[in-house]
């Protein structure tokens, strides 16, 4: 199979499509099913990016070929990204959502001499598989690694962690145990769930009887945690006070409506929130909230792939278009702009973004409207994970 990859890879090379007027990029994510809000806010991001900057880069125009993964399945994710490669002749891989989705392609992109751009998935060992993937999303070590140090700050000493069974979430609990702990606070019990579950009752239950006074989660921003937050109010642990600390994947803006009086409070860290106050930011959301059509479901992952479509563009660049997957990944290594997010730059010897990561609190307008008002910044954040990775 990897004989026959290469020499269609290679008949594609030879019948010019690596040097075409068009430039195809191939985006991967869930486009439909359970999470189909996520790949909505890819391509209101990428939408986002055309409407602000236009569909050219110098004389080269860009296509986006976009396939479906409805949840995390990593052998159609590597099937796509391989017809892609072979059928499409995209010079450029990028979106996945999630991480088995995008480390199982990172398998064909030395033969397919073709870079990947992570708008999503938030795993460390990604970059680490690699060396022709570029991030620039954030990763779970990133955002988790604050939010214990503002835990053990407000007065817990005891905590307990509950996190989905996948490679984000185990990053999640190692990353908060390990700064809890460092901060001088104690895990008393970490507990992995089933990215199948539904029913938290019974786990809150667990909570409850460890004597923690602190919860950290992280599950995928999705319909789970919905019913996440809902059985923590539920099950009486607000009123107990037993302090609630997560990713932003929690308290994403599209679900704050649905989730309503129940979030008012909630402390999240995160790389973005919609209502991030910069001029930068109010241009983006302008115009990708024209692309998703409905304002209350723009979130994260919008500006992950807006930025995507930034280092895209500079990589398109610096190769004259033409395919060469090595050249395209140097010419980003150090990049710097200024992104709605705030500040932002590619690390040259991790090819991770660095970013300011915010203390958000889940807060109410005087119109009524939910949304997540940044507290505190953390400047210049790297990924900690990667020491983890490596060791």
């Avoid at 000493?157 to 185990?170: C, F, M, N, Q, R």
């Avoid at 789970?224 to 923590?232: D, E, G, H, I, Q």
């Avoid at 300011?356 to 307008?365: G, M, Q, T």
């Avoid at 940044?374 to 900690?384: L, N, S």
């Amino acid at each position: 199979m990897k004989k026959l990859f290469a020499a269609a890879v290679a008949l594609v090379a030879l019948s010019g499509a690596a040097y075409a007027d068009t430039i195809k990029i191939g985006v991967i994510g869930p486009f439909s099913g359970p999470f189909a809000l996520q790949g909505k806010n890819f391509k209101a991001g990428i939408d986002a990016w055309f409407a602000l900057n236009g569909n050219k880069v110098g004389s080269d125009e860009i296509q986006i070929v976009y396939r479906d993964v409805p949840q995390a399945d990593p052998a159609r994710s590597k099937a796509l990204a391989q017809e892609l490669v072979v059928r499409e002749g995209v010079q450029y891989l990028a979106g996945f959502y999630f991480t088995p989705d995008a480390m199982a392609a990172t398998a064909l992109l030395q033969q397919g001499n073709v870079p990947m751009v992570v708008m999503n998935a938030a795993t460390s060992a990604i970059i680490t598989s690699s060396p022709l993937v570029v991030r620039t999303s954030f990763t779970t070590w990133q955002t988790t690694t604050p939010i214990a140090k503002v835990a053990k700050e407000q007065g817990v000493t005891k905590a307990i962690t509950l996190v989905s069974d996948y490679g984000p979430g185990i990053d999640a609990e190692n990353a908060f145990k390990a700064a809890f702990e460092k901060e001088g606070g104690k895990v008393v019990e970490t507990i992995r769930m089933p990215l199948s579950t539904n029913d938290f009752a019974p786990l809150m239950q667990r909570v409850k009887d460890s004597g923690a006074e602190g919860l950290f989660t992280f599950l995928p921003s999705g319909p789970p945690t919905l019913a996440f937050v809902k059985a923590y109010n539920d099950n009486g642990l607000k009123t107990r006070g037993v302090k609630f600390y997560a990713t932003g994947d929690l308290t994403q803006e599209s679900d704050l409506p649905a989730l309503g009086d129940a979030a008012l409070g909630l402390q999240t860290t995160y790389h973005y929130a919609v209502s991030h106050d910069s001029p930068e930011n109010k241009t983006f959301v302008a115009a990708a909230e024209k692309a998703i059509g409905n304002p209350t479901e723009l979130s994260f992952p919008a500006v992950g792939a807006f930025d995507g479509m930034y280092v895209i563009s500079k990589m398109i660049e610096a190769t004259g278009g033409k395919q060469d997957a090595k050249k395209a990944v140097e010419a980003v290594k150090g990049l710097s702009w200024t992104s709605p997010r705030g500040p932002v730059s590619i690390d040259p010897d991790s090819r991770h973004i660095t970013e300011n990561i915010y203390l958000r609190e889940v807060s109410k307008d005087a119109n009524g409207k939910y949304y997540n008002k940044e507290v505190r910044t953390f400047e210049k954040q790297g990924d900690p994970g990667l020491g983890f990775v490596k060791k």
